[in-house]
């Protein structure tokens, strides 16, 4: 059965400008430049400044190239690219289509931005785009290295990230893992007489986990682990991260569940499923969060009347747990057998010989197969029915049932007799090798 489930809280939003550093340093620059204060809401361990490595980027409007290189002595490389603090680790910059017009004195390329890290970038919920989308920022420059004149940045806007007043270009998509941007025209202007220049750029990017967060077996908060069988233990990975995915050795995580009917989890970290429903188990170390939902499928609940002869009393069942709708069930010949108090929906129906379920004036539906021993017992009703629903493919029946009611899709895997007579709606009953007879109950 499908459960919808959706995303029930939504982070304030936060920059990523100093774990996410863009490049270009001046020539003559030498000093690797303090990355802005994160703060509570910024990457790395949370209230320590981290320092991003500065990349030597020069421009040429001469040769129509954007050459960027870590800083270190001069040397070669491929031009028409910018490249990236951390580079091909955190996100990936690249540049193509660089022209220049001397009428209008346009420097013009065009940059795609490509989301390297786990968690998606312009979102402060893991879907919708922030309405900062996510933007490049010149930290300083450009500064013009060799000739004459000045260049400066024709930009989306100005804002104030490490300094006021700094220009930007904003791109307004939500970048999921591994995912690149549509390309963006950039444009500098300056006059013909600028030979080469540098500039400093940094990525700010609002993120759903600004302090941090957990993954459960690899996976961001909230995944879906898939179905789990009740009685299924599955012991979970757990690294707590910082905002840009880097691993925080020694942090302490705390387990819990959302519905521990459902399924539970040790300090360790191990699951255990316990019945039919949807949970989250949940991890938390500081302010990071981390979960994983499972979906605990259907099992077979064996009756024992230990109680009285109520199906909808939990310690009539073995392990405590009235059946659910996933779940099958099987009614063995024991003293006290169960009787409806209600109507009830169930997957797979078994019957020992001997045994009986009565349902009175109340309707049991299956969704799965029907079975019941051919002598004594069975299913047995006054008004009731049973309606044989179905499900994906053929289920079977067989044994002692009462008036019925057929909408899903059913073979008789063996003879069956039934108090009264019935209906097929919808449905279909085929009886190749085997016989249907009505009797008086």
Same mark, same amino acid.
Do not use: K, M, W, Y
């Given at each position: 059965m499908h459960r919808?489930?959706?995303?029930?809280?939504?982070?304030?939003?936060?920059?990523?400008?100093?774990?996410?550093?863009?490049?270009?340093?001046?020539?003559?620059?030498?000093?690797?430049?303090?990355?802005?204060?994160p703060g509570p809401g910024g990457p790395?361990?949370?209230g320590t400044p981290i320092t991003i490595q500065a990349l030597e980027c020069t421009g040429s409007r001469s040769t129509l190239t954007v050459h960027c290189s870590p800083l270190q002595p001069s040397r070669s490389g491929a031009s028409g690219?910018?490249?990236?603090?951390?580079?091909?680790?955190?996100?990936?910059?690249?540049?193509?289509?660089?022209?220049y017009n001397a009428g209008t004195g346009q420097f013009t390329f065009n940059t795609t931005l490509q989301n390297l890290i786990e968690q998606p970038m312009g979102t402060t919920d893991g879907t919708t785009l922030d309405p900062n989308g996510i933007r490049i920022f010149f930290h300083s420059g450009p500064t013009v290295l060799t000739g004459t004149g000045v260049a400066s940045v024709l930009p989306d806007g100005f804002g104030t990230f490490t300094a006021a007043g700094q220009p930007y270009y904003q791109y307004n998509q939500v970048l999921a893992s591994g995912v690149t941007s549509a390309a963006k025209a950039w444009t500098l202007i300056m006059p013909p007489t600028v030979l080469t220049f540098s500039f400093l750029l940094y990525v700010s990017a609002p993120v759903e986990y600004p302090n941090g967060y957990i993954t459960l077996d690899g996976n961001l908060p909230e995944a879906s682990y898939g179905y789990f069988h009740p009685g299924a233990t599955h012991p979970l990975v757990a690294v707590a991260k910082t905002a840009v995915g880097t691993p925080l050795p020694g942090a302490v995580i705390t387990f819990g569940t959302t519905d521990a009917?459902?399924?539970?989890?040790?300090?360790?970290?191990?699951?255990?499923?316990?019945?039919y429903a949807t949970c989250s188990i949940t991890a938390t170390s500081g302010a990071m969060p981390g979960s994983l939902v499972f979906d605990v499928s259907g099992t077979t609940r064996t009756w024992t009347g230990a109680t009285s002869t109520d199906w909808n009393v939990a310690t009539n069942w073995g392990g405590g747990f009235v059946p659910a709708v996933a779940d099958s069930v099987s009614i063995p010949a024991v003293p006290t057998l169960p009787a409806l108090t209600s109507a009830v929906t169930i997957n797979g129906v078994t019957v020992a010989d001997g045994a009986s379920i009565s349902l009175g004036a109340l309707d049991l539906t299956a969704n799965a197969n029907v079975a019941t021993g051919? #002598?004594? %017992?069975?299913?047995? *009703? /006054?008004?009731?029915?049973?309606?044989? #629903?179905? %499900?994906?493919?053929? *289920? /079977?029946?067989?044994?002692?049932?009462?008036?019925?009611?057929?909408?899903?899709?059913y073979t008789l895997d063996g003879d069956v007799t039934a108090v009264a007579a019935g209906q097929v709606n919808l449905g279909r009953l085929l009886s190749p090798n085997y016989n249907l007879k009505v009797v008086a109950q």
């Open positions: 919808f489930r959706h995303r029930f809280h939504r982070r304030g939003s936060s920059l990523l400008a100093a774990a996410l550093a863009l490049a270009a340093a001046a020539c003559t620059d030498r000093e690797n430049p303090l990355a802005p204060e790395g361990t949370p690219d910018i490249i990236v603090g951390s580079q091909g680790e955190l996100v990936q910059v690249t540049t193509s289509g660089v022209a009917n459902c399924a539970t989890v040790d300090a360790g970290g191990t699951v255990t499923a316990v019945r051919s #002598a004594t %017992g069975g299913i047995l *009703s /006054t008004t009731g029915r049973l309606l044989l #629903a179905g %499900g994906i493919g053929p *289920s /079977t029946v067989h044994g002692r049932i009462p008036t019925f009611l057929v909408t899903g899709l």
